[in-house]
């Protein structure tokens, strides 16, 4: 395992404002991530202040992530492909969504992810580098609540334009998406697949955090050309109490809406490309990914700090799945009351 040295750190932001016009600049580290703020990776924050070649002054807020490389580690877990994997999503399809939303002259595009400055992949590390939004006003929700009604539908509202989108260019770009795709499905679109509170920004327009503006998506280390459904039986069950469950129609409502405005804005008919009627299939088939994985980021977000599972401890011949192990629950109270009405749902959901 190599150790990521301030030099290094240094490189990588030369490599990512080489087109920003800098003269020259400082650059200052500005903090890092803390334990149980990133599994696979570290974050390290960074800005970049100077003048630039016109003569005027020029201010960056970045945000380093790279992965972790200790050699075992990347040997057992998905580390090397997870990170690759989101390489590929800035790198390739978000331009190929930017190029089709310019074309078709949307107004309200997709677009709910940080700036990427670059992405550098080498032999045992993947470095990517964002704009640090955090300085644009976006907050992360408390990570040991739940997401009320506003929230949520926001978020709906974001991932309706991604699956319109990825929906109508799987046809047109199926040989670059193969690089997405493990079991495609009849209607599939490209998915985020990690939907829980800590992948999510809110900016707010006053001091009123009850209901955000905008919405920022981040970490799409598992996205994938999948159904719809995985990524909304996961935000909806991850990230809903049973008041929010209650709503559950309405949820669904909201997404198909903004899925189907968005579809015709693309210039299609929903009818034509995702049926309400067959969401309901997809539903049916898929939602039970979200469910499985309800008890496993819950777990993560009431564990304590202390016990939050550190990745660098693997040892060889240790399995990865053995460090996300762990017996105790900071509130399990809190957990349990979580999960039952969500396995209630999802029994008794006649959607």
């Not at 974050?43 to 075992?72: A, E, F, Q, R």
């Not at 800035?90 to 992405?119: A, L, N, S």
Request: charged share 25%; with cysteine; aromatic share 12%.
């Amino acid at each position: 395992m190599n150790v990521i040295t301030e030099n290094d750190l240094i490189s990588w932001v030369r490599q990512s404002i080489r087109d920003e016009n800098f003269h020259n600049c400082k650059i200052e580290f500005a903090g890092k991530s803390e334990k149980g703020e990133g599994y696979l990776g570290e974050i390290v924050y960074v800005n970049v202040s100077g003048t630039t070649n016109d003569g005027g002054t020029k201010t960056l807020d970045l945000v380093i992530k790279y992965s972790k490389n200790h050699s075992y580690l990347r040997k057992v877990s998905p580390v090397k492909s997870a990170f690759r994997r989101e390489i590929f999503v800035y790198d390739q399809i978000f331009p190929i969504f930017d190029k089709f939303q310019r074309e078709k002259h949307i107004q309200d595009v997709f677009g709910t992810v940080p700036k990427c400055y670059k992405t550098i992949i080498l032999d045992d590390m993947e470095v990517l580098v964002l704009n640090n939004i955090r300085k644009l006003g976006y907050e992360m929700h408390d990570g040991k609540k739940t997401l009320n009604l506003c929230h949520l539908k926001a978020l709906l509202v974001e991932y309706a334009k991604l699956h319109a989108l990825s929906e109508l260019l799987v046809k047109d770009a199926g040989s670059l998406l193969s690089d997405l795709t493990e079991e495609e499905e009849p209607q599939s679109a490209i998915i985020h697949g990690d939907c829980w509170n800590n992948n999510f920004m809110f900016f707010y327009p006053n001091k009123d955090k009850s209901c955000p503006s905008k919405v920022a998506i981040l970490d799409w280390q598992i996205s994938g050309l999948r159904s719809p459904a995985i990524d909304l039986s996961f935000l909806i069950y991850a990230n809903s109490s049973k008041q929010e469950l209650r709503k559950f129609d309405e949820l669904m409502d909201v997404y198909y809406a903004s899925f189907s405005q968005f579809v015709q804005q693309l210039g299609s008919e929903p009818d034509q490309v995702f049926p309400y009627a067959d969401l309901r299939k997809h539903w049916k088939k898929y939602s039970l990914f979200g469910l499985l994985f309800v008890p496993m980021v819950w777990r993560l977000v009431l564990t304590n700090k202390e016990e939050v599972p550190v990745f660098e401890d693997l040892k060889e011949g240790q399995e990865f799945g053995s460090v996300m192990v762990r017996d105790a629950i900071g509130d399990r109270d809190a957990y349990y009351e979580r999960l039952k009405p969500v396995v209630s749902h999802f029994f008794d959901c006649p959607f």
